[in-house]
């Protein structure tokens, strides 16, 4: 048997095995044997034509079972396995254009999951990876690892809900921040057993008329505890830090807002002061939830040193961070100090 093709295409239909009998035949002269049932039969496969006279021999095709079209209602004939060269050609370009998409692609996702990891990285860190949101190039010290003292069994912490009276449940004298590598200890702050006389704190302003007067308050307030703590840096910066504890947060609250505190400058001269104004370049980002403060610095001209503090409002407890130095206080140190006291108290 010969291969055809036909003029469209189209596989040529197989030849049958016997003609059908036409209509109006005469019925065969004998009577023929009846026929065998007839059995399943296979189609034979369709023919394969041979490639096009005068188109070169594409190469194989990479994916198998698509031929394009060479023109509208036509199919190009081929050999299993190939394509015409003109669709060998376009399948390549597809598939570099395809490839070139994937790369492209791929790098987008894997950039955006970098800067995602990044962006998740820096929203997770906790401020004391970053405080005063500076770098360690601005001057930040070198504080030990801080974590909060435990509370008492069954104690809610200062702002939780059940705690209507914002107390500190925690041993007091265990929030107040310890000093950074390198520093050396103010023995004067230490008190007895950690707990610091009213006189001692008293010391920190300057006049006595001040003296006197803040004195009262603590006692018209209802002073329980005091404790603190002081250092001097490697740098030169002396630190002093002092937690007042009141029976209620809405006392302390009171006591700091309308008494040691206003929102331009304080209410009492610390010593080595004569005047405070609003410190305007403590970024207000770095607040810590549920602590008011209060940040000043020292108005010019300076004396020997420049002083900055600030009064922190937290539950039952108000604190002063008082930082000094010779010629110029640096800002970062005094911002990570009190952010870092906000978090202990918070």
């Known amino acids: 048997?010969?291969?055809?093709?036909?003029?469209?295409?189209?596989?040529?239909?197989?030849?049958?095995?016997?003609?059908?009998?036409?209509?109006?035949?005469?019925?065969?002269?004998?009577?023929?044997?009846?026929?065998?049932?007839?059995?399943?039969?296979?189609?034979?496969?369709?023919?394969?034509?041979?490639?096009?006279?005068?188109?070169?021999?594409?190469?194989?095709?990479?994916?198998?079972?698509?031929?394009?079209?060479?023109?509208?209602?036509?199919?190009?004939?081929?050999?299993?396995?190939?394509?015409?060269?003109?669709?060998?050609?376009?399948?390549?370009?597809?598939?570099?254009?395809?490839?070139?998409?994937?790369?492209?692609?791929?790098?987008?996702?894997?950039?955006?999951?970098?800067?995602?990891?990044?962006?998740?990285?820096?929203?997770?860190?906790?401020?004391?990876?970053?405080?005063?949101?500076?770098?360690?190039?601005?001057?930040?010290?070198?504080?030990?690892?801080?974590s909060k003292p435990p509370l008492p069994s069954g104690s809610p912490g200062p702002f939780a809900e059940a705690n209507t009276s914002g107390s500190h449940y925690a041993d007091l004298r265990k929030l107040v921040l310890p000093a950074p590598k390198g520093a050396k200890a103010d023995a004067a702050l230490r008190g007895e057993d950690g707990w610091l006389t009213r006189k001692a704190f008293l010391a920190e302003y300057a006049e006595k008329t001040d003296r006197d007067t803040v004195g009262q308050l603590l006692t018209d307030y209802g002073l329980r505890h005091i404790a603190a703590r002081g250092w001097t840096a490697a740098d030169g910066t002396r630190t002093r830090i002092y937690l007042l504890q009141f029976d209620t947060a809405a006392v302390a609250e009171d006591l700091a807002s309308t008494q040691l505190a206003n929102y331009d400058s304080a209410q009492f001269a610390v010593r080595g002061v004569t005047g405070t104004e609003r410190d305007e370049k403590f970024p207000e980002r770095a607040a810590v939830d549920e602590i008011t403060r209060f940040a000043y610095t020292e108005s010019k001209p300076y004396g020997a040193e420049q002083v900055r503090e600030a009064y922190l409002s937290a539950g039952d407890t108000v604190a002063l961070v008082v930082q000094s130095h010779k010629g110029l206080a640096k800002a970062v140190p005094f911002q990570q100090t009190v952010i870092l006291q906000s978090q202990l108290l918070g």
């Open 1 to 146: 048997m010969t291969e055809q093709t036909t003029p469209t295409g189209t596989p040529a239909e197989p030849e049958a095995t016997a003609a059908p009998l036409q209509s109006g035949s005469p019925a065969p002269a004998e009577p023929q044997a009846p026929a065998a049932p007839p059995t399943a039969v296979q189609a034979p496969p369709a023919p394969v034509a041979p490639p096009v006279p005068d188109l070169p021999q594409a190469p194989p095709a990479t994916v198998q079972g698509q031929v394009p079209a060479t023109a509208e209602g036509q199919v190009p004939v081929t050999v299993e396995g190939q394509v015409p060269e003109a669709s060998a050609v376009k399948v390549k370009k597809d598939r570099r254009v395809l490839r070139a998409v994937l790369r492209w692609t791929a790098a987008t996702v894997v950039f955006a999951a970098v800067g995602t990891a990044a962006a998740y990285g820096i929203t997770r860190m906790e401020r004391t990876d970053v405080p005063g949101l500076a770098t360690q190039a601005d001057g930040r010290w070198d504080y030990p690892t801080i």
